[in-house]
């Protein structure tokens, strides 16, 4: 009888309809849940060996930067290995199409019947099928043996150095915040596009503001780069060298000094568009040695929409109505990353439906960019926790359609350079003139939807500052433009931000010899 008692209240507490459930039902669905609770809390809790492993890592990193050098350089080796497989790979796929080609040539040559040729081409399909699958197996066993080998390195090194009688002293393996005075990083920005805003009611919050010219793939750069010397970029891309800022992304992995980057996205979870080929390609060119790799990461995230739109289905008798597994415009994940040189997370924010539109800017229309609508209010939101969960720094890109798949000549101010009139067609010049005024048209679409995205991290900033959080983390935001931008477009950014801020271009006192309070 107690066990019922329990069982019903258990059940009221999950939402369950009490009174249409008989008794044997409610303790059968109190039992459903507990076991479901107790499969996903197993799954979330790492193992022993794996919570020694970020406990050493985080003692290492902060002992001394020749150790931390040392971990980098290790890693340089193992990206250059794995380097070495996957040109193997490219190398041994391109020589089978073009034997393969060749192969068709002349049975084209030979005029051999059709049957013949379908069949020729299905075997080529399985033999390019087979030789995917063999190198797909031998990159796995590669990454899964660095990241086994990596791990006793990192141990072996806490037990040979003498970190481990320190952390023994100290009774702390894992500090949350950063030991080391914080010192300004070096930086390439230009100064007039560096600014600093005060926000809040009595205590001022004072944030870093920075706008800088670089495409997602440049923000998510692998750490290890094949050439150093090609990835120092312009002066106004702004970003450091990937052997430069790899080493301070990897003293802050574990500490509440996170870097992350929103990626703006459609529902689709199949890396099936070309910047999300390109995306997959950068994390995957090195071994994640401490999370999951990005295609397992999105593997469970499938899974767990899958089971949570079934979850509500079965149970409560919903309709799903959700595509792709769950996600719905203005839905957002996370990723976890430790092999990219400038952030450890990135924020993938659903702008567009695959299921419902083809095209991105059809999917969007003008009242997506209102103040109240879905997008603008889950960016908030996305801001915010962000500076719960311990992000400093994160990058926003300021035009919204670039990662989603549309041409960024249409929306950057790039010139127009009109097709050549047909003397011919009587309308010719009437066409241009259209396309032209549609194209005005869509860059003065894209300044105002900018306008809405910096006026949406102003307020959300000012949350923070007015202490509606517990604690301020986030302390830095840049934003990002295309790198194919124009001047006058990059210009036009630089004044809304200054003007929409009202932001100073001078450094506070502090900045030169700056410190975690």
């Excluded at 193992?47 to 492993?53: E, I, K, L, R, S």
């Excluded at 050098?69 to 391109?94: C, I, P, Q």
């Excluded at 002293?169 to 005075?181: A, V």
């Amino acid at each position: 009888m107690a066990q019922n008692v329990d069982a019903v209240q258990c059940a009221t507490n999950l939402g369950l309809s009490v009174k249409a459930l008989s008794s044997d039902k409610i303790v059968e669905e109190a039992k459903n849940w507990s076991a479901a609770f107790t499969r996903r809390a197993t799954a979330l809790q790492p193992a022993q060996d794996v919570v020694t492993f970020w406990f050493a890592y985080n003692a290492i990193v902060h002992s001394s930067q020749a150790l931390c050098e040392t971990l980098y350089h290790f890693e340089t080796s193992f990206a250059k290995s794995l380097r070495n497989v996957l040109d193997g790979r490219d190398v041994a796929l391109r020589n089978k199409e073009r034997v393969h080609a060749h192969d068709i040539e002349i049975a084209l040559q030979q005029s051999l019947l059709q049957a013949d040729i379908e069949s020729m081409i299905m075997k080529h399909v399985e033999d390019v099928e087979r030789a995917e699958m063999f190198w797909q197996h031998e990159i796995s066993e590669v990454k899964k043996r660095q990241k086994h080998d990596y791990r006793e390195f990192v141990l072996q090194m806490l037990q040979d150095s003498d970190v481990a009688r320190q952390v023994q002293q100290d009774g702390e393996l894992l500090s949350k915040r950063d030991p080391t005075p914080r010192t300004a990083e070096p930086t390439q920005e230009p100064t007039q596009d560096r600014f600093w805003v005060y926000l809040g009611a009595q205590l001022k919050s004072i944030f870093e503001l920075r706008l800088i010219q670089a495409d997602l793939m440049k923000v998510c750069e692998p750490s290890i780069a094949a050439n150093p010397s090609s990835s120092v970029g312009s002066t106004r891309s702004a970003l450091p060298p990937p052997h430069i800022a790899s080493v301070q992304t990897l003293k802050r992995l574990y500490l509440n000094q996170l870097s992350a980057v929103i990626r703006f996205t459609n529902d689709d979870l199949s890396f099936q568009n070309q910047r999300a080929k390109d995306l997959l390609s950068c994390c995957e060119s090195s071994t994640e040695f401490h999370f999951s790799s990005l295609s397992d990461q999105f593997a469970e995230l499938k899974e767990s929409l899958a089971a949570d739109t079934l979850d509500k289905h079965d149970r409560f008798e919903r309709s799903p109505g959700r595509c792709n597994g769950g996600l719905q415009v203005g839905d957002f994940y996370v990723t976890k990353h430790s092999n990219l040189a400038h952030v450890h997370l990135i924020f993938h924010l659903v702008l567009a439906s695959t299921s419902t539109q083809s095209n991105l800017q059809s999917s969007m229309p003008r009242a997506e960019w209102s103040n109240q609508s879905t997008i603008v209010n889950r960016l908030k939101e996305l801001i915010s926790f962000a500076n719960r969960y311990d992000v400093r720094c994160i990058y926003i890109p300021l035009v919204l359609e670039e990662n989603c798949g549309v041409p960024a000549g249409s929306y950057v101010g790039l010139p127009v350079i009109p097709p050549s009139p047909n003397k011919h067609h009587p309308n010719s010049n009437n066409n241009n003139e259209d396309s032209n005024t549609h194209r005005t048209a869509d860059i003065q679409e894209t300044v105002r939807r900018i306008e809405t995205v910096v006026r949406t991290v102003k307020s959300a900033l000012a949350d923070i500052a007015h202490g509606y959080h517990r604690d301020r983390v986030l302390e830095l935001i840049q934003f990002t433009v295309p790198s194919d931008a124009t001047v006058s477009f990059v210009a036009k950014c630089r004044t809304m931000i200054q003007d929409i801020f009202q932001c100073s271009s001078i450094p506070p006192i502090n900045q030169l010899n700056p410190s975690k309070s």
